[in-house]
């Protein structure tokens, strides 16, 4: 085996003098990097290869290497530093979800953590979760195959992730008899791609991960090349700190420190610039101001912190300042605002339900969002835009974001602290999304809400009446439309003033453009929510019998109306009860499968967990249910 | 305007420093599992710098199988009354009425007095988080673990049901009766350990130093009598110049015959050594893949 010099094995400084040893090690800086490539690119045997070189091989796990060699390498007697990092297939087939794998080894100059992607399944969501703590991308490219589609799927996520430094290891060189040529035509191919996408700068390096060729030290294999051989590229390439310094000051609160009424300190992690006690700084979004007074630290007050570090820092004023706001430069605020155009990588098997709510969690904050239909979605392959109406696992896609409060915020282009985000759903607490806030929309901004002179509790006060929802849910022909019907003819005997919305008739103007699928009904719920909204502003008491199956569209509608007046009416009828009454046939055409996404059928309905009022059509005439709702209503 | 480098300790301790916030900040009632070894100490060390000059606002839990070594009790007290922190400790009663212990028992000590010692501590009081000091350099199953780790309401670790951390944002959301194992330290090496804890001058355990202490052979580990519980079948205890590289039960864990008796020949010795950090516990000679199983079971 031609294996190179192994100057990074021991350091004669460990044995010499330990104590000159450590203090040289205490400066060392941190490189975290992705390998990006498959299992036949040499990827485990390129990170093997590293881990063997810089020494994070001990004696048994070599004996056991060589013992996993012979047994099932694919390298004869040599050693295949592959089985080092693998050993992920047997989870794979457990069926345990791996998304990324961390490795760490070190030189005399750096720590670095690799993220470790495997397999082809599940590829674009791994590798964006093992790329946004990367600074640092290797792409791996196998010298006898060229560019493949994978590389620009690679080459894209890298971009899109905002990597800004980018390795081109061109492996396998001892298969095409280390050939100048074949390494210049892969070069000059990649930089007409790179251009392409916007990746403005990498660096390309031919290696043999399974020889040694170029890793830690110039190859006498390949003459030709007198470029940076991998390793000692790894330690010299510029860290982050210059760039993340060189901002303005941004901190996102994440803990307010308050042992007793004499201290009020705010702890967070600095996202970017440096803070100095004595600066000015502005408090996001509430825009308050004030000065530094202290950089507290266990170890004694501090006169300088910076990006990267986390702190805990005291103001010299008396102001609001709580988990999830921004302590900023005074001179350089953040820009604050509600909508966003984003760029979303979707996580879940469920798929994106645009206005659905979602969390979406963005530095120290959560808020509510809705995401709106994408504007497109984009084939990581060919970077081409297809239209879609919502994204599946895996997809990425662009789309309109709203929330349902002003954050402070920065493009994720530059910084991805304040600009990255994920989205959680309310029901499972799932990671359904990772997104990029790509800039924010003018439209929130110039549209102010009118404050009208005439306000809705003079309209409710004319009327003599509480204005108030009751929202009928249940399934097809559990008797919501029937109940709702003797209600409003109570209601209106008592003078009341009324609104009767029913699901049919709704979708015959209003939602007529939506059909069944899970996403129309969401919109078809929120659309309905908006009109319920506006009629109890307008003071009227507002009936609705919509099958609305969803826990998390009655939940988005519940947080619409003002507390207190929302009205959940669980009309609880066994299916097979309803399915026997089968009103308007429509059961019969689901079970015939003329009817998709029918519910109880081929679609879920989610029963009520806390319903203001459950009826139960079994025990109760319709009459009866409309009584007790009434009385619920009008103590 | 000038920068500054930050080292990779540094950017360590922010993170861990970040990822203890966080925890403290979302949960209810958050715990740290404290077993005394040194990568307890340097999680502790890391809490108490990430909330001052407030103590850390939790507790310390000790889930205690009584056989540890005696140094670690006398640290373990003094570690929590410097931090100005409850501490908690948890046997569990089956256990100790059964008389459970690693010379008759084998795998049934750790599961009883560990994996369930530490299902009963948790709900007993309540905790949604408990913080532990894993790393995931430790061994090829932790690489891929992810720093929250969530577990059912009856502690099964779901594999297939993990989520993913991107950036800095970790989601610790759960529904009632669900908790969260959450790893500060996971992407700290053995060397950082060490390195900090000579670097912060942080107190650990005599027992990582050289000493002459008394010893017997079994099974090709060296193990210390460190107690009168330790049955001597004829055997003669021989003191012999030994230290611990990891720490648990005294007569499941194995020490290394050394003469490093500073902190840096610790870490000297370390350097030079070549033979991985889990060799001396017997846990995990058992069977192959063991750690995963154990982690399914509920073991941190």
């Known amino acids: 085996m031609n294996t190179q010099d192994p100057i990074y094995k021991t350091d004669a400084l460990i044995a010499e003098n330990i104590e000159q040893y450590l203090e040289t090690h205490q400066h060392k800086t941190m490189l975290r990097f992705i390998t990006c490539g498959s299992v036949d690119d040499g990827k485990s045997t390129l990170i093997g290869r590293l881990l063997y070189d810089s020494k994070m091989i001990f004696e048994d796990q070599l004996a056991t290497l060589e013992a996993d060699s012979k047994r099932s390498g694919t390298q004869g007697e040599e050693i295949d530093f592959a089985l080092l990092v693998d050993g992920l297939a047997a989870e794979r087939e457990q069926g345990i979800t791996i998304d990324v794998a961390y490795r760490f080894f070190t030189t005399e100059k750096r720590k670095f953590i690799v993220a470790d992607t495997p397999g082809h399944e599940q590829y674009t969501r791994n590798m964006v979760t093992g790329a946004s703590t990367a600074d640092l991308a290797v792409i791996l490219i196998d010298a006898r195959k060229g560019i493949l589609t994978q590389t620009r799927r690679h080459s894209y996520l890298v971009k899109l992730l905002g990597i800004r430094h980018v390795v081109l290891a061109v492996n396998k060189m001892d298969l095409v008899g280390y050939d100048q040529a074949v390494f210049d035509k892969i070069v000059a191919d990649y930089t007409a791609f790179a251009a392409e996408i916007g990746i403005e700068e990498f660096t390309p390096i031919p290696i043999s991960g399974f020889k040694g060729d170029n890793i830690t030290g110039p190859s006498e294999n390949t003459p030709w090349y007198d470029g940076v051989s991998l390793l000692p590229h790894l330690e010299t390439v510029e860290v982050e700190d210059s760039r993340e310094q060189a901002g303005p000051f941004r901190m996102q609160v994440q803990w307010v420190n308050r042992p007793n009424l004499d201290f009020r300190g705010f702890a967070g992690l600095v996202a970017s610039g440096q803070v100095r006690p004595g600066d000015e700084v502005r408090v996001l979004p509430s825009g308050k101001t004030s000065t530094v007074a202290r950089i507290v630290a266990l170890e004694g007050d501090r006169d300088l912190a910076v990006a990267g570090e986390s702190i805990t820092l005291t103001l010299t004023d008396e102001i609001d300042c709580s988990r999830g706001q921004v302590i900023s430069a005074a001179q350089a605020p953040l820009e604050v605002a509600d909508q966003f155009e984003s760029t979303i990588v979707w996580m879940d098997e469920q798929e994106l339900l645009p206005g659905r709510a979602y969390w979406l969690k963005i530095g120290t904050q959560t808020v509510s969002a809705t995401v709106a239909e994408p504007k497109y979605e984009v084939n990581v392959n060919t970077q081409e835009h297809l239209a879609s109406k919502t994204l599946d696992l895996n997809a990425i896609g662009v789309a309109n974001i709203t929330l349902d409060r002003e954050i402070p915020f920065a493009p994720y282009a530059e910084n991805r602290d304040l600009g990255g985000f994920i989205l959680i759903d309310k029901i499972t607490n799932h990671t359904v999304a990772a997104g990029m806030i790509n800039f924010a929309l003018r439209r929130a901004q110039n549209i102010h809400w009118q404050a009208t002179d005439i306000g809705r509790d003079h309209h409710a006060h004319m009327k003599h009446q509480k204005p108030a929802v009751v929202w009928l849910t249940g399934l097809s022909g559990s008797g919501k439309s029937t109940i709702a019907n003797i209600v409003e003819k109570k209601l209106a005997r008592m003078n009341r003033h009324t609104f009767l919305l029913d699901g049919d008739n709704v979708r015959h103007g209003l939602n007529k453009d939506l059909g069944f699928t899970e996403a129309d009904r969401v919109e078809n719920i929120r659309r309905v929510g908006e009109v319920a909204k506006l009629m109890t502003d307008a003071g009227l008491i507002v009936i609705t019998a919509f099958i609305s199956p969803f826990r998390s569209e009655r939940d988005m509608v519940r947080g619409m109306m003002h507390p207190g007046e929302f009205l959940e009416i669980f009309v609880d009828t066994p299916l097979d009860v309803a399915e026997s009454r089968d009103v308007k046939g429509l059961y019969a055409k689901a079970r015939s499968g003329q009817l998709k996404n029918f519910t109880g059928i081929d679609s879920p309905y989610e029963h009520p967990e806390a319903p203001e009022l459950r009826i139960d059509t079994t025990e109760m005439t319709p009459e009866e249910a409309a009584d007790l709702i009434i009385a619920r209503l009008i103590p | ?300």
């Open chain 2, 1 to 300: 305007m000038d920068s500054k480098t930050l080292t990779h300790l540094q950017r360590l301790e922010a993170e861990s420093i970040h990822i203890l916030r966080e925890v403290v900040a979302e949960a209810e009632n958050p715990v740290m599992l404290y077993s005394v070894g040194k990568d307890s100490a340097v999680m502790l060390h890391l809490a108490k710098k990430a909330f001052y000059p407030a103590p850390p606002p939790f507790p310390l839990l000790h889930v205690d199988t009584t056989w540890k070594f005696q140094e670690m009790y006398k640290l373990r007290d003094k570690a929590a009354k410097d931090a100005g922190m409850e501490l908690l400790v948890y046997q569990n009663p089956e256990a100790q009425e059964r008389g459970i212990n690693p010379f008759d028992h084998g795998g049934l000590h750790t599961d009883m007095w560990k994996t369930e010692g530490l299902k009963q501590a948790l709900d007993k009081y309540g905790f949604d988080a408990a913080f532990g000091g894993a790393r995931r350099d430790e061994e090829k199953a932790r690489a891929k673990e992810r720093v929250f780790s969530f577990r059912s309401a009856n502690h099964r670790w779901d594999p297939k049901n993990q989520r993913p951390e991107l950036w800095r944002l970790y989601n610790a959301r759960k529904a009632k009766g669900e908790s969260v194992r959450v790893f500060p330290i996971s992407n700290w090496t053995e060397l950082d350990i060490w390195q900090y804890i000579h670097l912060e001058g942080i107190e650990i355990v005599p027992l990582y130093f050289s000493a002459p202490r008394p010893t017997v052979v079994r099974d090709g580990l060296i193990l210390m009598v460190d107690d009168d519980r330790f049955p001597l079948n004829g055997e003669e205890p021989v003191m012999r110049s030994v230290r611990f590289r990891t720490l648990g039960c005294y007569p499941l864990t194995g020490a290394v015959e050394s003469e490093a008796k500073t902190l840096p020949e610790v870490i000297q010795e370390m350097l030079l050594t070549t033979t991985s950090e889990r060799q001396g516990r017997a846990i995990d000679h058992d069977q192959a893949a063991s750690m995963e199983k154990k982690k399914q079971e509920g073991y941190f």
